[in-house]
């Protein structure tokens, strides 16, 4: 498989680079979702064929097939206690490395996964660079139990917070309601820009029903920014702010 568009190649090259910069004999590897880390996940392979000695963990029922195809040796996380490292994608990524993922919607595994490693890094093309999170719609995960009542709480908070409301997300193919690997459904927010991610964060994951949400702050350790040539850059985003916040009055009220 070829990367085509200007796009996917920076995919790959960030993608593949994160072989070479960051994976050694012996690893466990947390293994992410969508199109750039999958080009990780294929070199990944080709690396294991040519006798690199790794276990990977995927993030989702898609990159687990991937692996199985291209030969990455998988486990699982209740067999090891941590990951040595995780490389991932993202929707958006700040200077600081907070993130929105989960416009695969596999974001529930991919911030078990991320918080099971000792290390974190996302692999992503240069569109993915964004002063100030929010242009791409976040998602928010929330069991199906009462989704409806989850998203007006949900609703509520963010139009106090100057929000319009969030959407169900919806299968664009049949109109069918987006169902995640644990059976979970999604609601996305349209936020413009995110004043504040490190609260919203907290205040989302207060919600009743809300299982996770997209924004991962203070989760990545580096980026590394492929580009159309080949060519990548790595950037520490180590000083990233750390911890969700200490939570002190439940929202959604
Ligand atoms: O969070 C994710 C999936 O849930 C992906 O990492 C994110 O959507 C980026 O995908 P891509 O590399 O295809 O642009």
Redesign the pocket.
């Known amino acids: 498989m070829q990367p085509r568009t200007d796009q996917e190649k920076a ?1 790959w090259a960030a993608g593949t680079a994160a072989v070479h910069a960051y994976v050694r004999d012996g690893m466990k590897i947390g293994l ?7 080009w990780f996940v294929r070199a990944l392979g080709a690396a294991v064929s040519e006798g690199l000695d790794v276990v990977g963990v995927p ?2 029922t898609g990159t687990r097939d991937l692996a199985i195809e291209v030969g990455v040796p998988l486990t699982m996380l209740a067999e090891v206690d941590r990951l040595d490292i995780t490389i ?4 958006e990524i700040d200077h600081d490395g907070a993130m929105i ?7 529930l595994w ?1 911030r078990i996964v991320a918080d099971a490693s000792d290390k974190m890094v996302a ?3 240069g569109t ?1 660079v964004v002063d100030t999170l929010g242009a791409f719609p976040l ?1 928010i995960e929330v069991i199906p139990f009462a989704w409806e009542s989850t998203q007006r709480s949900i609703a509520r908070l963010l139009t106090r917070l100057g929000y319009p409301e969030p959407d169900l997300r919806l299968r664009t193919s049949n109109g069918e309601t987006v169902i995640t690997d644990s059976g979970n459904y999604l609601i996305d927010a349209h936020l413009q820009a995110i004043k504040d991610p490190i609260a919203l964060d907290g205040r989302l994951n207060w919600i009743p029903g809300v299982v996770e949400n ?1 924004l991962f702050t203070g989760v990545a350790d580096e980026m590394i920014i492929g580009s159309a040539s080949g060519e990548y850059e790595i950037r520490d985003v180590h000083s990233a702010p750390s911890a969700r916040p200490l939570i002190t009055s439940r929202e959604g009220k």
């Open positions: 995919k992410g979702s969508g199109t750039t880390a999958h993030t989702s991932d994608g993202a929707d993922k989960g416009g695969g919607g596999c974001l991919e692999v992503v093309d993915k998602p997209g």
